[in-house]
């Protein structure tokens, strides 16, 4: 079955800057986040761009959909991400 998605970028304030997730909603199914980009005041000219062709790469080699699964909201599947790469780094 094809999914069918709609891209919801959802932003943090951060002291060093700015996170932007990557969250899409799949109709019918709930939340989940595709990735998590970090923006740094002192970023150089480009980076942003480079995050951008990263983003859709990304979506078009992997369904977000089976990676992490619907949360029921937004909140929801920001958490469930940043808890699974945080215990992905304590391992």
Not at 1 to 18: D, K, N
């Amino acid at each position: 079955m094809t999914h069918l998605y709609r891209y919801i970028p959802i932003w943090r304030r951060v002291q060093s800057g700015a996170v932007l997730y990557r969250v899409f909603e799949v109709i019918g199914s709930g939340f989940t986040v595709q990735s998590k980009d970090f923006f740094h005041a002192d970023a150089p000219t480009g980076a942003a761009a480079s995050l951008e062709a990263q983003f859709l790469e990304l979506l078009i080699e992997q369904d977000p959909h089976p990676r992490f699964g619907a949360s029921p909201t937004i909140e929801a599947a920001v958490l469930a991400f940043d808890q699974h790469f945080e215990s992905a780094a304590d391992a």
